[in-house]
Every structure is written in C-alpha cells, then in structure tokens.
C-alpha cells in the first residue's frame, strides 16, 4: 500500500517534470527576434510606381517587371496605386510622392490640367524626374523625362491595317472611345483614322462613353438602335470590348461583326478564342516596367542624359482570332 | 554544531535557494519582457509624437498668418525645432521594411518645415496669395504625414506581427510554466519534507517503542537506532541503562532464590527435628533402660540378644542427634548396618544383604540420616511383603569425581508414575510407617538442598524387576 503509493507519487513528480522541462525549454530556447533596425541611410534610389488601375493584370505584369528590374539594380521600389481609375487618390499619391523627395517617379500617364500641373510645377521644380509608362503625356505638357511604352499611333495602325484587311475597303466603322480623351487614346485615334483616310467607302463612327461598363452599355445600344448597319466596332480605350459585345449579343448574331481592341486583358483573350473578337493589339508590360526603371536608374546614374524625349517604345503585335491557341 | 539543528537549517536554506532562484529567474524574465513591451509602445509613441508636432506647427502657422508677431513666430520655430527633433528620434526606428517609407516620410518633414519657412517668407514679402497657396501645401503635406503615420504603423504591426505573436505565446507559456513548477516543486518538496522529518521522526518513535518495551518489564530486547543525529546518542544510552537493570535484576533474581532455597532447608529441618521430639518421649530414659537390658541380656549369657539391643540403642542415640549437621559417609554407613543387623534379627534368612564399599569413599560428608532411610523404604518395600524375603545390595563407589551410592532391591518394583512423584518430592506422608519417622521424600529434599543440583539422586524401577537408588555427591560438594 505505502509501497504503491510512494511509486505512484514518484510517477506523478516524473511526469510533472517532463511537463515543467518541456515548458521550460520552450519558454527558454524560443529567441524572439526582434526585427533588426537598420541605422545606416538607405543609400539605394527610391522609386516610385504610380498607376492608377493596380487591379488590372496588365499593371500586375508591369508591376512585375519594374520589380524584377528594381531588384536588379539595388534600387527600392514601391509601387502605389489606387484601385478602379480613382483619379483624386492618383494624384494625391504623385504629391505625396514629390513631397516624400523619392529620387524617381514612374507613373501612369494620365492626360489631365492637375497631372501636368502636379509634373510640370511640382516634381520639376524639386528636381524629381518623372517618366511617363504605358500612358504618355506630351512632354512639353508634363516635363516628363521620357517615356516607356507602346506606340500607341502605330498601334491604331496596326489595327487599322487588320480592319481593312478582314472587311475590305468599304463598311461602317465605329470607334468607341472614351470620353476623357487621353493622350494616347488621341494617338490610337490619329493611327487608325490615318489608316482609313484613303478608303473612302469605310465610314468611321466615333462614340465616346464612359468608363464604366454601364456606360459602355448604354453608348452601344443607343449607337445600335440609331446605326443598326454597323460592320466594325473598334474598342480604342481599354475595357470596352467586353462591354460591347455583350450588348450586341443581346440582339443578334456577333461573329459577321468585326470587333478589334487594344487590350490583351484574359477577358477580350477568351472572347476572341471564342471567336467574337477578330483582332487584337498585344502589349509588353513586364517590357515596359522593366525598361522604366532601367531607364530611370540609367537617367539618375548620369549614364544616360538626356533620355530620348520621344519615347521607348516596347513590342506591340497584332493578335488575331484565327493565330491564338 | 547540534545535529537536528543542522538538518532542519540544511532544509531550509535548499527551500529558500530554490525559490530565490527561480524567483531571480522568473523576474529576470518578466523585465526582459517589459523591456520589449516599453521598445515597441516607445516606437508608437515616437511616431505619434511627429504627427502631433506636424499638427503643432501648422497651427501655430495659421496663427502667425492670422495676425504674424515676433512671439507667435517663435512659437512657430519652435514648434518647428520640436517636430526636427522628433524627425531624428524617428531615424532610429528604421527596419528593413518601413525604411523607404520611413525616408520619405523624414523627408515629408522636412518638405513641411520648407514649405511653413516659404509661407511665413512670403507672407513677409507681402505675398499674400503665394504665401496661402504654401500654406495650403503644407496643410496638404500635414496630412500626408499623418496617413504616412498610419501607413507606418500599419507596417510596424505587420513587421513585428511574428514578434508580437511570440510575446504573446512566450507570456502564455510562462504562465503555464510557472504553474507546472509549483507543482513540481510542491510534490517535490512534499517528497523531500516527508523523507527528511522521517529521518528525525523514525529514531524518536523507536525510542518510544522501545521506552514502552522497557516500561512493560521486557529488558531483553537490544535497542537499535542508526542515525547520526542526538537521538542516536539517546539510544545508546537508553540502551545501555537497559543492560544494566537487566544485569541488576538477574542478580536480584538469584539472590532471591538462594534466600528462598536456604529457607526451605530450614523449614524442612524443622520438620524432622519436630518429628525427632515427637518421638523423644523418653528417649534417654529409654536409652538408659535398653542399656540397662543390654548388660542384663549379656549377664544372662544372652549375648546375642545384648547385641542386638545395643544395635536399637545406638540407631536411636543417632536418631537423637541433632539432624541440621552434615555427618560422615562412614558414620551413616555404620548406623545403617546397625539397622540391618536388627532387621536380620528380625526376618532371620529372608533378608539378604550384600554390602561392596570403597573405604577411600568414607570420609565425604552428606546429610544425617540419608542412607537409612532408603535401605529401611527398601526393606519395607522388597523384603516385608514378601514370603521368601528379598536381598538388598548396597554399593559405594567413586566414579567421574562423584561418589556412587547404590541401594538395589529385587522387590516389585514400582511404575514410572511413582518414580516421578517421588523425585517431585510429593510424597511427604511416607515417613509414617518409618522407624525415624523420616520419609524418602525427605531425603531427596535434603539431598537436593546439601548438593544444590537436581540429579543427585535418581530411580531405576521396573514394575517386577526391583528398583535401584542411586545417590550421587560430588566429591568436591563434600567440602562446603
């Protein structure tokens, strides 16, 4: 009885030490590190990112190569957007961004009275250069170093060019744009209608709407229910494929008509394997952030002075339904 | 120093180092811990404390715009000089991950301090609308500072997230450890206080068992205690008091029983010599008159009868003698041959009696009236009874430093029962029917009681095959 009661303690204190040794050890052996400061001044460029579209895929890519460049040459980046076109918060951030003395600024180009004041005015006059990506602005507007992206007149080319090859030489054509008319959305313009001006027979339609897809909507039917005789409809601003031919699909058939966009989003990608978008202008984001900020760094090192003020411009190429996988 | 004392000082001093050490231990880490607490609140403390001088200085800016004086501009500078010194305090919160934030937001400030310098430049220059535009912009550049205060703090919670969760988790395993150890060290101690007060208790309580031994009157059980504390040396003493009353006691014991032996020698004295005057009726009239009858039977030519009434004569003369004094073998030798001579007297040829004496043997001592006694037993016993008589062999001999003295009749014999009750000394009325109205019990009483040994004398009987009775003194006993 003693004897069992005497083992029994004897268990018990074993097992409450292993408890208090294995509590021990954790409470002891756990170094909590606290996450280093770092005295020393970052000697590295800060750069800044802006875009005012961060959701989309295409400034996800871009976003990644700016990165993968950034990293290259030792340089911080950050990236700062605001999300569904907010243009307030966009110009806010370039403020911010001037008023943190960032060593440069990459940004979205955005074709407004308060960017160019904000570029012209402010970044130039504390020194901080800025290069335009993706969307330029005049240079002489924003005082822009220079600019990385597509050739957005070549590329209203491009698209032209497929128009008139697909349709033939005569047609009506409608071109939906945007109602803020950016910069490069003029440029898209000026390239297609430069194309077509030969062709008498083609009829070109320009419809603005806005940005959104009920816009988009809303501009489409009432552009059907006016000119129901339409052959191609050119989406010259992003986003707006979609949009319209939702609207078309509504009513009628969408393969006899001739749909193009400038944008390569996975939405107008499918909608063309599927056949109802017959062409498309393919862009090089990941060229185009890369080549920013090795430009940049380029501009800042001394190495290059001045950049060429008309533009980098990266690989555009016409997709066409027929060449997608 | 005292034994006990030290033990119970041991004890207290292992008590006290465990729970200073882990107290020491405990509260090292608690302060480590609040050290780690006080860094991170620091950290928030310092970034708030630049949006609040941002705040500080702006007002006091719209204060110098809405009326400027020498007093409120120094209130302006220093509101200015607190928000610089808060800018280089936030230097020292720099990490991997909030320094590019960090360096735009030192920058912000500085942006802020340029921009409140140019509005109050302008504002001197009488630049009205200049100056209200900077001040719009440092306003602007105010509130940037604060949502970059926010962004960073953000950032600090994310940063340290890992760290914070591991403060936590530290503090709840601490908790549960300080629990385990207080359970630990209770058994533990429980253990070691049981074990260690044992190790005082135990010697007390066999001191106790063996005191109650000793207070029931049992001397003879050794006390043992192993310690090596006082109580050890208590046992030994206890233990050897223990000795001494038992050796105390023994001695008292055998005093007693020599006192108590010498009284029943007296007493049984008494006895005979009682029963000696009983029969001292007239005894020296009667050994003056068989005297007399003795010379008158010689005169008369009977010598044969003169003979034997100077036989009665001398056995009663001896009989008259006093009996508490130890005679010669010889002397009972020659008052038992007396007895025979009138004995043959009397049975003629039934008697036949055969004597083998060692004369070297004569001399030892032994009590009066032992011999005679056992031959007149055997003569009642083995001859009386019977028609034809029977013979009686008497022998005296040494052997083995003793003196053999052997009575042998060829009577019936007796059972074992009455040999045994016998030599138990039971049967005290036999002498009744004795000429010197002494018994056999009597004898080996006596006997016993001269020798001081048990096995003095001893009967060999068989019912029909006689008896024989066998008186062994040492020579030695014959002295004392």
Redesign the interface.
């Known amino acids: 009885m003693r004897k069992s009661m005497f083992v029994s ?2 268990a ?2 074993l097992i ?2 292993f ?2 040794l294995t ?2 050890i ?2 002891f052996s ?1 170094n ?8 020393e ?2 000697n590295s460029y ?1 750069l800044v990112l802006i875009t005012s579209e961060l959701d989309t895929p295409f400034w996800a890519k871009v976003e990644k190569g700016a990165m993968a460049a950034a990293e290259q040459y030792g340089a ?1 980046l ?1 990236v700062w957007g605001t999300y569904g076109s907010n243009r307030d918060d966009f110009l ?1 951030n370039i ?3 001037i ?4 060593d440069g600024i990459i940004v979205q180009g955005l074709d407004t009275d308060e960017f160019k004041s904000l570029t012209k005015v402010k970044a130039a006059s504390s020194g901080i250069p800025i290069i335009t990506v993706a969307n330029d602005v005049p240079m002489n507007e924003s005082l822009r170093r220079t600019y990385v992206g597509s050739d957005h007149l070549e590329a209203g080319s491009m698209i032209a060019r497929q128009l008139v090859s697909d349709m033939g030489f005569a047609g009506r054509v409608v071109l939906m744009v945007s109602d803020r008319q950016e910069y490069f959305q003029r440029s898209r313009l000026t390239g297609i209608l430069n194309v077509l001006k030969p062709y008498p027979q083609i009829e070109t339609l320009i419809v603005a709407a806005g940005d959104s897809r009920v816009d988009v909507a809303s501009a489409t039917n009432k552009l059907l229910n006016e000119a129901p005789n339409v052959d191609a409809f050119i989406a010259v601003s992003a986003n707006h494929a979609g949009s319209i031919i939702q609207e078309i699909s509504k009513r009628m058939q969408v393969e006899p008509f001739y749909i193009y966009s400038f944008d390569d989003s996975p939405e107008t990608l499918t909608l063309m394997q599927q056949g109802k978008i017959d062409a498309l202008i393919a862009q090089s984001p990941e060229a185009m952030g890369e080549q920013s900020v090795t430009h940049m760094i380029k501009w800042l090192t001394g190495e290059q002075v001045p950049l060429n003020p008309d533009g980098y411009f990266t690989d555009i190429k016409v997709l066409r339904a027929g060449e997608t996988r | 120093m005292n034994s006990i004392q030290r033990k119970i000082l041991t004890m207290s001093v292992i008590v006290l180092s465990i729970m200073v050490l882990i107290w020491v231990v405990l509260t090292y880490y608690n302060q480590k811990t609040q050290e780690q607490y006080n860094d991170i609140l620091q950290r928030y403390l310092r970034m708030n404390e630049v949006t609040d001088h941002s705040h500080q200085t702006i007002i006091a800016l719209n204060d110098y715009m809405q009326k400027p004086s020498a007093l409120k501009l120094s209130k302006l500078d220093q509101n200015k000089k607190n928000m610089l010194m808060a800018k280089l305090q936030t230097v020292t919160l720099r990490n991997k991950d909030n320094a590019f934030t960090l360096t735009s937001y030192i920058n912000m400030i500085d942006s802020l301090v340029a921009s409140a310098d140019l509005t109050v430049m302008f504002l001197g220059q009488g630049n009205a609308e200049q100056s209200a535009e900077k001040f719009e912009e440092a306003t602007r550049i105010d509130k940037y500072i604060a949502e970059t205060t926010i962004t960073l703090i953000d950032k600090e919670v994310r940063t340290y997230d890992a760290f914070y969760r591991g403060i936590i988790e530290q503090s709840t395993e601490l908790k549960r450890l300080g629990a385990w150890l207080l359970s630990l060290i209770t058994i533990i101690l429980l253990l070691f206080t049981y074990w260690f007060s044992l190790s005082i208790t135990r010697p007390i309580q066999k001191l106790t068992v063996a005191a109650k031994e000793l207070s029931r009157g049992r001397f003879d059980k050794p006390i043992e205690v192993h310690s090596n504390d006082e109580i050890s040396f208590l046992a030994k003493t206890f233990d050897r008091m223990r000795v001494n009353i038992n050796n105390l006691i023994s001695e008292i014991q055998q005093k007693a029983q020599l006192e108590s032996e010498l009284q029943q020698s007296k007493l049984l004295l008494k006895e005979s010599q009682l029963i000696s005057l009983q029969s001292q009726i007239n005894p020296h009239f009667l050994f003056n008159t068989l005297d007399t009858l003795s010379k008158k039977a010689y005169l008369d030519g009977s010598e044969e009868t003169s003979d034997l009434i100077a036989s009665v004569a001398g056995l009663l003369r001896y009989n008259l003698r006093r009996l508490d004094r130890a005679v010669t073998l010889e002397e009972e030798l020659s008052v038992a041959l007396k007895y025979i001579e009138i004995q043959s007297a009397r049975f003629t040829d039934r008697l036949r009696f055969e004597q083998e004496v060692d004369e070297s043997c004569l001399q030892l001592k032994l009590p009066c009236l032992t011999l005679q006694p056992i031959i007149e037993n055997a003569v009642i016993h083995a001859v009386e009874p019977l028609e034809d008589g029977g013979s009686i062999a008497l022998r005296i001999y040494e052997r083995e430093q003793r003196v053999w003295i052997e009575i042998e009749d060829d009577g019936a014999g007796m059972t074992a029962e009455k040999v045994n009750h016998i030599l138990m000394e039971g049967g005290n009325a036999d002498g009744l029917g004795h000429s010197t109205g002494i018994g056999f019990s009597n004898v080996v009483k006596r006997l016993r009681l001269f020798v001081g040994a048990e096995d003095v004398i001893s009967i060999d009987s068989e019912p029909g095959f006689g008896t024989k009775v066998t008186i062994k003194i040492p020579l030695a006993g014959s002295e004392g």
């Open positions: 303690l004897f018990g204190c409450i030490l408890f208090t509590s021990m954790k409470v756990s909590l590190i606290e996450p280093a400061l770092t005295s001044q970052h800060r911080s950050e806010k403020e911010v961004a008023v943190s003395k960032v």
